[in-house]
């Protein structure tokens, strides 16, 4: 690697670096692992960003932005949050606040059923098994710096009902900031669980979470996130999961919200029968960049996968997804499907997308689809002979095609919630 | 001899099993010394005669080829290739023209004969001086590419009342240099790619069709690629031009004597299509694959691309992959003309310890571009077979148009399937569609065919015949057949 290479990175890897050598000392948790994450972060720096040296993961989405920018760590002062408070969903689930990556008691709630516990990385450091910084340098970055995060577990056959995990970031007055929250949630055999996860916020910052779930045998996870960051923010979070024998992970994501976006899933069918859902939509405006990066792995026989992202894409935004079905040979009778859509409403919007399939085993049933267009005109034309104005019709087509994805969602109340958050997003962003 | 049973006949032989193609040719060859230097190439530019324009291009060529590092993003593994262990150059020592067949070289005409070419033709080849008189018989022109050097191009005259130009590179390059000048390097410019790059410096021969405007070729166009000589790269160039309204079919067969060391092919082929052009370039490649334990086989690393240059203009590229070691290809379609058409039909069939890491680029760039991929591949034993491909539609292409299905077969627990496509879209009135899946042949359907009376080989050749029936149905009839019975020659074995 040549010197001017290095050194044109310097700015956010050296800021980074240079904040871990300044308070390792006070950072929670397995120094070792830190160092050795520092020290792999230092030897890759941030992935995609700069051109030409760009690993094949980030094909499609160039961090240059977070390498160029500065970041700071956030204000220690408790900040006020009232406002961003206000714009949570309301669904009067019991929450777990965290503020700028710090949990935040006093805005949280307690009273969780008994067998559900909750703690924070903060007050119990573990890294977990699951990550890799070796792999994803994002990670590394995050296992050098977290400071805080949720630790929930569920103690066998116990269901704990639903969640709210919050994510706010504060605007502080001008500072580009960054935290890098280490959440862990763990479900024991036969357990049940059901989180709705917001993120937003006001100003430039950097929230780049890592989550670890262990789903036990039999247990159920359903996990909805709404990332709804400021415009001006970046969103990269990094989730890992582990799916035992018989056990579901059902995940949705929507996407509305950061300047530049990553919602990178990893997920491990590691027993017989165990199911994954990974279902998303995004919707992007502006020059908003949005990427759903998937990896789902079938280690065990009978396990099942299913994926369907949509992708509405306006202005000059740019969506991607990428996709990784891997079918060990051992992993006989697997069904994996994946499908992506994408519908683009204006002539500066893009979408790139790879959907892949890794198969070494013969008897499996494996398949993906995608699609690319435009509304269609037949429809629209149906529409405008019966007297719905252009604008209507398209919003009412872009609905239908949203309402699809939503279906994912089963829990009520949970996808009102995304209802309300697609609707918003409407009112501010007319087609 | 009608082609149907000629070819009848080459599948009679080839249901013994083994590699059929695997004979060598012990003819004095001429050939450069091992390695690669500035003198390899400037040796191959002189040998050939070749105008200094073109020695400057290779050895530009060279000198970017060298601040090059070999690509490593495929699905492939093998050893690193030293690149200074291989002849580039070699070729059949010149005799002066032989009066008759008599005296043209035994080991020649026998290997005429292994790949099929009539006496008439082979008498041809073999450089003995036509009869001018004789009327060809048979409608299929042949330019057979001896390790480096064209030996000989059939039918030439035929051609050349209706203007078509069908000649080696090399003659080419002396007879029309305007035209190879003009386009050589226009759609694989000589950077492309480490090994486009390394083509464009030690090119040896190739062919060269030039199709004038409104011509429609009168028979379809042919080219027998063989690697003779132990240790010898091949890197053949074509370059196929095809003018406003004219048309052309042409035919590659690839096969080569089997070795115990891997050799390597590193081929590049341009295609130009003006206005209303068609070209249908259509590939079986049979090269050595190895044996059951990867020993041996060809390294097949080849830029394929065509340019749809003016307006309704179509390429389309249909390949039949069952051979070498390790495939690396991916046939594209840079589709500029408005309403241009792209197209392509594949099947990979891999074996034993084969690699194939093949797909195509559809890259539209024009109003109403539209472009078809279909893609069989087919995993046996402990191979791995990739589809790798890029749909990209760029901002301008106004209702641009991309259809794509991918299917797997797999047959055995061993082998491995990948699907590897890229979606890039930029204009909204586009419409891409992508379909892929994997399975194995179902239990059900060879129950049925069992249940009738057939083998399991034979149900299983039926069954994976079906699967590509939508490809082989692009195939020139001439290649049709041979390449069905060629799956079922790859696959012999691999079953139960």
Known sequence: ?431 | MSIAAETLDTVQEVTGSGYKWGFETDIEMDMAPKGLTEDTIRLISARKEEPEWLLDWRLKAFAQWQTMIEPNWARVDHPPIDYQDLHYYAAPKKKDGPRSLDEVDPELLAMYEKLGIPLKERAILAGVVPDPDAEPERQIAVDAVFDSVSVATTFRATLEKSGVIFCPISEAVKTHPELVRKYLGTVVPAGDNFFACLNSAVFTDGSFVFIPKGVRCPMELSTYFRINARNTGQFERTLIVAEAGAHVSYLEGCTAPMRDENQLHAAVVELIAMDDAQIKYSTVQNWYPGDVNGVGGIYNFVTKRGICQGARSKISWTQVETGSAITWKYPSCVLVGEDSVGEFYSVAVTTNRQQADTGTKMIHIGRGSRSTIVSKGISAGRSNNTYRGLVRILGQAHGARNHTQCDSLLIGDQCGAHTVPYIESRNPTAKVEHEATTSKIAEDQLFYCRSRGLSQEDAVGLIVNGFCKEVLKELPMEFAVEAQKLLAVSLEGSVG
């Open chain 1, 1 to 431: 690697m040549s010197a001017s290479v290095a050194s044109s990175r310097a700015p956010a890897t050296g800021g980074f670096l240079a904040r871990f050598e300044g308070f390792r000392a006070q950072l929670p948790g397995d120094p070792d692992r830190r160092a050795q994450a520092a020290d792999l972060f230092r030897a890759n720096g941030l992935p995609g960003g700069l051109p030409g040296r760009r690993a094949e993961a980030w094909k499609y989405t160039s961090l240059r932005p977070v390498a160029e920018a500065s970041f700071r760590e956030p204000l220690t002062a408790i900040a006020d949050c009232a406002g961003l408070l206000a714009r949570l969903p309301n669904v009067g689930l019991p929450r777990l606040v965290f503020v700028d990556g710090r949990y935040r008691g006093d805005l949280s709630a307690d009273g969780f059923p008994a067998g559900v516990s909750i703690s924070t990385f903060a007050r119990s450091p573990d890294f977990g098994a699951l990550a890799r910084p070796e792999r994803e340098n994002m990670v590394a970055l995050n296992t050098m710096l977290a400071e805080d995060g949720v630790r929930i577990s569920v103690a066998d056959g116990v269901d704990g009902g639903t969640l709210m995990l919050v994510n706010l970031a504060t605007e502080q007055s001008g500072r580009a900031t960054a935290f890098h929250p280490r959440h862990s949630i763990r479900l024991a055999s036969g357990a049940r669980l059901s989180i709705l996860e917001v993120s937003l916020g006001d100003g430039v910052y950097l929230h780049n979470p890592v989550t670890e779930l262990v789903v036990a045998a039999g247990a159920h996870l359903s996990h909805v996130r709404l990332q709804d960051e400021a415009r001006t923010a970046f969103h990269l979070s990094t989730l890992y999961a582990d799916i035992a024998e018989g056990a579901t992970y059902d995940s949705f994501a929507l996407n509305l919200g950061a300047r530049l976006a990553r919602t990178e899933i990893h997920a491990r069918l590691g027993g017989t029968g165990a199911t994954v859902h990974l279902n998303g939509a995004q919707l992007l405006t502006g020059s908003q960049h949005a990427d759903i990066t998937t990896v789902v792995r079938h280690d065990a026989p009978g396990c099942a996968s299913r994926q369907t992202i949509k992708n509405v894409l306006s202005g000059r935004s740019r969506g991607v997804f990428q996709g990784k079905i891997e079918v060990d040979r051992i992993a006989q009778k697997t069904d994996g499907y994946q499908m992506n859509q994408a519908l683009l409403l204006s002539p500066d919007a893009e979408i790139d997308c790879k959907p892949e399939l890794e198969i070494f085993a013969d008897d499996v049933k494996c398949s993906h689809g995608a699609t690319v267009g435009e509304l269609d005109r037949d429809q629209l034309f149906y529409l405008r002979a019966r007297g719905v104005p252009l604008a209507q019709a398209r919003a009412l087509l872009v609905r239908a095609f949203l309402t699809e994805a939503l279906d994912a969602v089963t829990d009520e109340t949970i996808r009102d919630a995304l209802e309300a958050a697609v609707s918003r997003w409407w009112e501010s962003e007319p087609l």
